[in-house]
C-alpha cells in the first residue's frame, strides 16, 4: 500500500519534469537540473518497485507471473539497449540464437535481465565489454551476462535481499543501491520454475538463467 502511495506523487514529479523539458526546449538553462530530477526519479520509482516486490515475497509465494506467448531475444535486446541508452560509455554485445519463443512474463524478465545486465556495468570493470548471449535448446532456453570485473568472493550470498559487496563501490557514489535486485531476479526465475546461478573466477563473472519454455507444474501456471 506504501509503495502505491509514494508512486504516484513520485510520477507526478518525473511527469512534471518530463513536461517542463519538452515545453521549454534544448536552449533551456535548467535542461540538466530537470533531467537529474527526472533521473532521480526513475532510480526512486525502481527502489520503491524493489521493496514492494521484497515485500510481496516476504508475505506470500513469491512474485506473481503471467505467462504469455512471447520472444525472449526481444525481451533481451530491450534490456540490452536500456543500458546502453542509460550509459553510453558501456560496451553490451548480444548474441541470440535457437528458438526462444516460449511462455512467459516478459514484463518481469525484463526486470531480471535489466538487474544482470546492469550489475555487469555497475559491479564490472570499466571499459571491458558485457557479453549477453541466449540459446533455445530442447529443454528450454538458457541466457547468460557475462563480465570482466572483480570477481564474487567465494560464499557472499548474493542472491539474499540488502546483500551488496562491501569491497566493490558502485561506479558512481550517486547511484544508491538496496542490494535487493539479484534476490528479486532469483525469484522471477523461481517462479518461471527455471534458474538463476552464478559462476565468477579469474575476474570473470557469467550468471546464468536457464527457463523452461512453458510452465511445467500446472499450478505454476496460474
Ligand atoms: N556482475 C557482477 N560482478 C561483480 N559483483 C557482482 C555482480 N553482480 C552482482 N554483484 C555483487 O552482488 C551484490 C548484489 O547484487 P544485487 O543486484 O542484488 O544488488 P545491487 O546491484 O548492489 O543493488 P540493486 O540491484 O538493488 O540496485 C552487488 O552489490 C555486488 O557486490
Ligand atoms: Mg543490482
Known sequence: ?????????????MMSATMMMRKEGPDWPHQRTASQIL???VRMDRMIGDLVDFTRTRLGK?????????????ICRDAVDELAAFHPDAIVRFEATGDLSGEWDGGRLGQALSNLIGNAYEHGASGEA??????????G?????????????????IFSPFRQGESLPAKSRATRSLGLGLYIA????????????????NNHTTFTLRLPRRAVT?????
Not at 500446472?218 to 496460474?222: G, K, L, M, Q, Y
Open 1 to 13: 500500500v506504501l509503495g502505491h502511495d509514494l508512486r504516484n506523487p513520485l510520477g507526478a514529479i
Open 186 to 201: 532469483h525469484a522471477i526465475a523461481a517462479a518461471h520454475e527455471g534458474s538463476l546461478v552464478v559462476d565468477s573466477a
Open 130 to 139: 558485457i557479453d549477453v548471449a541466449a540459446r533455445g535448446d530442447n529443454d
Open 218 to 222: 500446472p499450478a505454476a501456471s496460474e
Open 141 to 157: 532456453v538458457i541466457v547468460t551476462v557475462h563480465n570482466i570485473g572483480p570477481t564474487i568472493p567465494k560464499g557472499a550470498d
Open 39 to 41: 533521473s532521480s526519479g
Open 62 to 74: 513469491g512474485i506473481p507471473i503471467i505467462r504469455k506467448h512471447g520472444d525472449l531475444e526481444a
